[in-house]
């Protein structure tokens, strides 16, 4: 009998479908604050001609609300989803960067933890020397703060 562990994804969506529903939402909220911030430029230029044509001068602020929407667009998009990268990017190294740090702690307080860390570190370089990829995270925990032994 096996037990299966699987966190299951917010909202009941796909983890994939969550990630661009977030990138979505910012660049809406990116074409949003485009869009308005050309709408009130625009107003403040025509200040003075949309007094004596009030109709003219609220048909040129829909085209450019219209225009901005469309050459916004695709900008918008793109920025989002840099940003979110970068997010996800940043949330992932201090996740880790924490996970090390809870990890050093337990082995700082354990001997059989500490012991098994310096195994995998003595592990890692005799795969380093035979070529094998990077040592794993353990691995430099151990070299890179043994001195505080």
């Keep these: 009998m096996s037990i299966q562990t699987s966190t299951p994804a917010r909202s009941g969506a796909p983890l994939g479908a969550q990630d661009s529903t977030s990138s979505r939402t910012l660049a809406s909220l990116l074409l949003a604050g485009g869009v308005s911030a050309l709408v009130v430029a625009a107003d403040q230029l025509m200040a ?25 667009r695709g900008l ?14 940043w949330s992932a190294d201090v996740a880790r960067r924490r996970a090390d740090e809870r990890l050093w ?6 001997p059989r933890m500490m012991a098994d860390l310096q195994c995998a570190l003595d592990h890692s370089d005799a795969e380093s020397a035979h070529g094998d990829p990077v040592p794993s995270r353990a691995a430099r925990i151990v070299r890179g703060r043994l001195h505080y032994i």
């Design 48 to 72: 003075h001609w949309a007094d004596s044509h009030e109709v003219a001068a609220w048909l040129v602020l829909w085209g450019i609300a219209v225009l901005a929407i469309l050459l916004l």
């Design 76 to 89: 918008t998009r793109l920025l989002a989803r840099k940003a979110m990268g970068a997010l996800d990017t």
């Design 105 to 110: 702690a337990m082995a700082k307080a354990d």
